[in-house]
């Protein structure tokens, strides 16, 4: 038995942890039910941008759990939110490749979107998050923008996502293109940069020592854990397996099967 101590709040991923694709990974409800029993506060925190907040509220919600705004942390979100911080948002023009999960959050907080490169009115940021409708013409004017001198963002750097079928392309694979386009490199947002733990951290109201972050990931979730100071669960139902633990010189703090395994540690704890 895992034994979980001194646990203030979660920070829970979610494709590879809840779900894969759209099926509910086993014991998923009964999770979400132990966590309210307990009043364990908890932010989902995922580096996938092509959903947005609400998107993902109602994702939750067609497998029986209901979760709140706040409890909802994209790495769309979070780059919105870091850059409206370094920057006035309402002066800047942003080339975006990404879904309205990405767009949403950049639009709200005041940026211009542009669709198209002109040199006289060049973009400021070329922000990149996962794109499923990715084209040539959109790789093209993006490394116009970044030749150009705009400042290269990316969401995040997963190079795979987690489906019902198996890993497939991530953003990571289209942050590699346009760095061997253009030779310019791009400042990651999203896990393991510690900025979204940070974020979620701040919203929680708690220590990063009485925090536990769980996720499938160990080049992500896992390492943005240990960067971020707080303890960690890697799960074995997404990306990372414990075979992969033998090439890395960091650890999760615990290592557990699935969701399933989680709620009966935390029933426990």
Known sequence: MNTL???????IDMDGVLWEGNRALPGLIEFFQLLRKKSLPFVLATNNASLTQEQYISKLKTMDVTVSH????TSSMATAHYLSEHSIPNSKRAFVI?????????????FTLIDSFDAETSADFVICGLDRKLTWEKLANASLHLHAGAKFIGTNADTTL?????????NGAILAALQATTKVSPTIIGKPEPIMYQQAIKTLGVAPEDTIAIGDRLNTDILGAVNTGVRSILVLTGISSEEDLKSVDYKPTWIMPDICSVTEALTHS
């Open 162 to 170: 987690p489906t019902e079928k198996g890993p497939v392309v991530g």
């Open 98 to 110: 990404g879904e309205e999960g990405l767009r949403q959050p950049l639009a709200e907080q005041g």
């Open 70 to 73: 706040k409890e909802i942390l």
């Open 5 to 11: 101590t001194n646990i203030h709040a979660l920070i």
